[in-house]
């Protein structure tokens, strides 16, 4: 069975810094597309960040650019969201996917994912 599993969530305040990882199990993330959504209260879910499997390359949502940072250790099978200078606005539930993919680029749309995690909760709050 695969499975991706999210941890690393909680309460930050404001300008705090919080990494969230991604563990893959029953495959192997290197042959895979990445993304990490997340979903606030009321709200739609958003794509935040991508990382393609073929060519390394990245994409950032505007408001979190600069800020986050998406990254893969292959030896762990693992993909991690480091997020800094947290704000109000980044409080959502944050769910990692998963699609197998060997083109070149990103996927942003979160209908081209197919595997998803469980989610994990971050909150930020003074």
């Known amino acids: 069975q695969l499975h991706l599993v999210e941890s690393g969530g909680g309460l930050v305040q404001p300008g705090g810094s919080l990494r969230l990882s991604c563990a893959a199990s029953?495959?192997?993330?290197?042959?895979?597309?990445i993304g990490w959504f997340r979903q606030a209260p009321g709200k739609e879910r958003e794509g935040v960040s991508f990382l393609s499997s073929r060519d390394g390359s990245t994409y950032y949502k505007d408001s979190v650019k600069g800020r986050f940072a998406i990254s893969r250790d292959s030896t762990k099978n693992t993909v991690y969201l480091q997020m800094n200078g947290l704000k109000h606005e980044d409080t959502a539930v944050y769910f990692c996917?998963?699609?197998?993919?060997?083109?070149?680029?990103?996927?942003?749309?979160?209908?081209?994912?197919?595997?998803w995690g469980q989610g994990t909760q971050v909150t930020v709050s003074s």
């Open positions: 029953g495959f192997n993330l290197d042959y895979y597309a």
């Open positions: 996917a998963a699609t197998q993919f060997l083109g070149l680029g990103v996927l942003i749309n979160l209908y081209d994912y197919d595997l």
